[in-house]
């Protein structure tokens, strides 16, 4: 089964620091872009960042930049998001997801997702 | 920054057809993406590439695509399909969501 979990969220004061994983299972983890993309309680859904399967190419939406940084580990079928400088508005649901396509495509492939609370 | 913009809300009666738009600028030039959620769940890809459905996705969810406008329709619209819905798209390596619409089926 093509599946995606997440770990790692908590409760966290403001400016500290906090590193999700997502282990993925059922597919061939080191040929697929991933992304992270986040859901404030009651908001919509914001993308984060993605990074390509080899690890070339990275971004970051303009709202974390410089904070959080995305990696991965191909051999451990994982991928990782550090945040750091942890703010209030930083509070969501963290979304691990698999983009399908070879180039920037359809994220077809969702984990449950880790709850971030950011707070003091 | 790009911008995708969705109707807050929509209704339709049970069995009638459901119509989600997406505007963004030019929109149409590049593919739109709609995914859908309920209420404590993670989200689903609906279509991707326009108007393409995944294994596994019903017929009566469609999508188009043409100039500022991606709609996604809902044909036959079932209780089972009240959700919230968001379009995606991509600019440039970054990816924008629309606000999202909650479809209530009344």
Known sequence: EV???ESGGGLVKPGGSLRLSCAASGFTFSSYSMNWVRQAPGKGLE???S???????I???????????ISRDNAKNSLYLQMNSLRAED??????AR??????????IWGQGTMVTVSS | SYELTQPPSVSVSPGQTASITCSGDKLGDDYAYWYQQ????????LIYQDAKRPSGIPERF??????NTATLTISGTQAMDEADYYCQAWDSSTVVFGGGTKLTVL
């Open chain 1, 51 to 57: 990074i390509s399967s080899s690890s070339n190419s």
């Open chain 1, 99 to 108: 983009d399908r396509g070879v180039t920037p495509d359809a994220f077809d």
């Open chain 2, 62 to 67: 469609s999508g188009s695509n043409s100039g």
């Open chain 1, 3 to 5: 599946q995606l979990v």
């Open chain 1, 47 to 49: 993308w984060v960042s």
């Open chain 1, 91 to 96: 509070t969501a649901v963290y979304y691990c």
């Open chain 1, 59 to 69: 971004y970051y939406a303009d709202s974390v930049k410089g904070r959080f940084t």
């Open chain 2, 38 to 45: 309920k209420p404590g769940q993670s989200p689903v890809l």
